[in-house]
């Protein structure tokens, strides 16, 4: 009983940790998928104009000019220092306010990138662990548990996602960039706003949900059939 009792709150948090890593999988992917901001950017326009017109760049330059900026966020020593010929002019694509919130967004992902390491290595031994120890029922048990409250969470946040993203956008940024408003850039003048407008980012955010809870519900089916083949076996 006494085992039972350890293994319980231990598998929770086995499961809740499977299920931050999950959301960090999905968000590191779609944020940095080349093909998925191509996509994004042939279709969006801002004041009526295709991104590239209203920055005044080529089609080719805006694909170099997104490649670099998403280099950037995975190297801990790059520089966003970058001339584009921008309107017919050869200027710095950036400017000070857009580097220095780039330093922001970078960090954060550095420390999501740190995260799914540690996480990814925990989940590779507890694996090991469960298939030594046959113990899939009641991981399932508190997997399904724990995933039962993260739907609850996670809807209400999609709920508010889908009524008033731009609320939840704002939100978002208060909590990760607690301190700052470097955020609050400009359409207008700020290039780095014009490669990823709101609109970009309310789809971005979507199809990181969607493909979020499709990795929850395969990781809940395949528990479902381990343990339905494990008790088949006993």
Same mark, same amino acid.
């Given at each position: 009983?006494?085992?039972?009792?350890?293994?319980?709150?231990?598998?929770?948090?086995?499961?809740?940790?499977?299920?931050?890593?999950?959301?960090?999988?999905?968000?590191?992917?779609?944020?940095?998928?080349?093909?998925?901001?191509?996509?994004?950017?042939?279709?969006?326009?801002?004041?009526?104009?295709?991104?590239?017109?209203?920055?005044?760049?080529?089609?080719?330059?805006?694909?170099?000019?997104?490649?670099?900026?998403?280099?950037?966020?995975?190297?801990?020593?790059?520089?966003?220092?970058?001339?584009?010929?921008?309107?017919?002019?050869?200027?710095?694509?950036?400017?000070?306010?857009?580097?220095?919130? =780039? *330093?922001?967004?970078?960090?954060?992902?550095?420390?999501?990138?740190?995260? #799914?390491? !540690?996480?990814? $290595? /925990? +989940? %590779? &031994?507890?694996?090991?662990?469960?298939?030594?120890?046959?113990?899939?029922?009641?991981?399932?048990?508190?997997?399904?548990?724990?995933?039962?409250?993260?739907?609850?969470?996670?809807?209400?946040?999609?709920?508010?996602?889908?009524?008033?993203?731009?609320?939840?956008?704002?939100?978002?940024?208060?909590?990760?960039?607690?301190?700052?408003?470097?955020?609050?850039?400009?359409?207008?003048?700020?290039?780095?706003? =014009? *490669?990823?407008?709101?609109?970009?980012?309310?789809?971005?955010?979507?199809? #990181?949900? !969607?493909?979020? $809870? /499709? +990795? %929850? &519900?395969?990781?809940?089916?395949?528990?479902?059939?381990?343990?339905?083949?494990?008790?088949?076996?006993?």
């Amino acid at each position: 009983m006494q085992k039972t009792n350890y293994k319980k709150p231990l598998y929770s948090l086995i499961s809740l940790i499977l299920i931050v890593f999950s959301l960090l999988i999905a968000v590191h992917f779609w944020s940095f998928n080349k093909s998925f901001y191509r996509s994004e950017h042939s279709k969006l326009k801002l004041y009526g104009k295709s991104i590239s017109e209203h920055i005044g760049i080529s089609e080719e330059d805006l694909d170099y000019l997104t490649s670099f900026t998403l280099d950037y966020l995975n190297d801990p020593n790059a520089s966003l220092d970058l001339k584009l010929n921008i309107k017919g002019e050869m200027r710095e694509v950036y400017n000070q306010t857009e580097k220095m919130h =780039m *330093i922001d967004v970078r960090n954060l992902n550095l420390l999501a990138n740190h995260l #799914i390491i !540690v996480f990814g $290595i /925990i +989940i %590779l &031994v507890f694996i090991v662990y469960l298939y030594l120890n046959k113990d899939y029922e009641l991981f399932f048990k508190q997997y399904r548990s724990v995933l039962k409250y993260s739907f609850i969470f996670f809807g209400i946040l999609i709920i508010w996602i889908i009524i008033d993203f731009d609320s939840f956008w704002t939100m978002f940024h208060h909590i990760f960039f607690a301190g700052n408003d470097l955020w609050l850039l400009d359409l207008n003048k700020d290039v780095l706003i =014009m *490669i990823v407008p709101p609109e970009f980012f309310f789809h971005l955010v979507s199809i #990181i949900v !969607v493909t979020f $809870i /499709i +990795i %929850l &519900v395969l990781i809940y089916l395949l528990l479902y059939f381990i343990c339905r083949k494990s008790t088949i076996n006993d």
